[in-house]
């Protein structure tokens, strides 16, 4: 896998991957940007969700059409000093429908353990949470 970036001025940046899709990128300004893409971090936190969101939907397969929304909300608490990685990120995920908690937790314990690339990659602590119809149910 290959991502190519560009600088496209100032603090801007526009990724490419072999998707062919592009990405735009821009600090705050506070940074220096304009704001007109995503920050880097956000991206990371993105990219997480994107990828277990992925992997719970691949695994649930025979239940989605009981599922009616899944919402995936990543939260990331960072080091105070330079390079202000994160330490922790919690990703909850907000799920309505007709489906057993078991089965959802299932899925997110397998794309966590098992099929998340991002998460593997990643140095943080990860926690996870569910939201099945409006309540929080724990594992």
């Keep these: 896998m290959k991502v190519t ?5 100032g603090r ?4 490419k991957g072999d998707s062919g899709y592009e990405v735009n990128m821009d600090a705050t300004e506070a940074y220096g940007g304009l704001g007109k893409g995503a920050t880097p971090t956000e991206m990371l936190l993105s990219a997480l969700a994107g990828c277990i969101g992925i992997d719970v939907t691949m695994i649930l397969r025979p239940h989605l059409d009981k599922i009616t929304k899944i919402d995936i909300e990543t939260e990331g608490i960072r080091k105070e000093e330079p390079p202000k990685g994160f330490t922790n990120i919690v990703v909850t995920f907000t799920v309505d429908g007709e489906v057993d908690s078991k089965k959802v937790w299932r899925a997110i314990r397998l794309g966590e ?3 998340c690339s991002v998460s593997d990659s990643l140095s943080a602590d990860i926690s996870y949470k569910l939201v099945l119809n409006g309540e929080e149910v724990a594992q």
Excluded: V
């Design 12 to 15: 801007a940046f526009t990724a």
């Design 5 to 9: 970036t560009t600088w496209t001025g």
């Design 113 to 115: 353990e098992k099929y």
